[in-house]
């Protein structure tokens, strides 16, 4: 069964920091961008950032630019999502996923949530004082 588990999630202050991982089972990471999303209460999800898998060349959304970085460890099978500088509108539910594109390696943020096949459960994180 191919899976992504996110872990990682908290309560934190704003100004604070997290890392969010993103392990994969049931598959290996070759040929897959690994896209981060999330999802605030009433909004719709929107991308947070992706990485590709030649070059590990990356894509943010405006709002995260400088603060978040996104980076994989293909050996563990697992990305990450390094977080600092939090504020509370980062708040919301963080979901990880895949998606196999053996032909197209470099990865967009905006990029159609609908073309990425494996999805995880996601993990909350809340930017609160």
């Given at each position: 069964q191919l899976q992504l588990v996110e872990s990682g999630g908290?309560?934190?202050?704003?100004?604070?920091?997290?890392r969010l991982s993103c392990a994969a089972s049931g598959f290996t990471l070759d040929y897959y961008i690994i896209?981060?999303?999330?999802?605030?209460?009433?909004?719709?999800?929107e991308g947070v950032s992706c990485i590709g898998y030649i070059g590990s060349r990356?894509?943010?959304?405006?709002?995260?630019k400088g603060r978040f970085i996104i980076s994989r460890d293909n050996v563990e099978k697992t990305v990450y999502l390094q977080m600092n500088s939090?504020?509370?509108?980062?708040?919301?539910?963080y979901y990880c996923a895949?998606?196999?594109t053996p032909h197209s390696p470099i990865c967009t943020v905006d990029a159609g949530?609908?073309?990425?096949?494996?999805?995880?459960q996601g993990t909350q994180v809340t930017v609160s004082s």
């Open positions: 908290g309560l934190v202050q704003p100004g604070g920091s997290l896209g981060w999303f999330r999802q605030a209460p009433g909004k719709e999800r990356t894509n943010y959304v405006d709002s995260v939090l504020k509370p509108e980062d708040t919301g539910v895949a998606d196999w949530q609908g073309r990425y096949q494996i999805w995880g």
